[in-house]
């Protein structure tokens, strides 16, 4: 799962757990002369890989991204770009809260 989701990864590096996924990836499956996976099994797959942080979930209904530490289409210099994006990422919306409270103490 993991191999065909790097290879259908946009150029950044963004993924859908959605019915067009699960077509595509059960087409390959069926080429390859494997058996065919449930919605459901493609689930777990999907939060198996993010437990593992191989992926990890984005805004947005089903949309995740391959962390670009393990697996990238780009530069070098778009690839630290994504590695540092992924990181400050649980951070923006703390230190948004703390800037508005800082500038809302000052004019109280």
């Known amino acids: 799962m993991l191999d065909f989701l790097t290879e259908s990864m946009d150029l950044q590096n963004v993924i859908h757990n959605n019915p067009i996924t699960h077509a595509k990836f059960n087409k390959l499956t069926k080429k390859l002369g494997i058996k065919q996976y449930s919605k459901s099994t493609i689930h777990k ?17 089903g949309m995740y991204c391959v962390n670009p530490l393990y697996y990238f289409k ?6 630290e770009i994504a590695i540092r994006d992924m990181l ?7 230190i948004a809260t703390d800037r508005y409270n800082k ?3 000052r004019y109280s």
Not at 74 to 79: A, D, K, L, V
């Open 103 to 105: 500038i809302r103490k």
């Open 74 to 79: 780009g530069t070098e210099e778009e690839r």
């Open 45 to 61: 797959c999907f939060s198996a890989l993010a437990k593992e942080t191989l992926i990890y979930k984005i805004k947005g209904r």
């Open 88 to 94: 400050e990422e649980p951070y923006k919306k703390q």
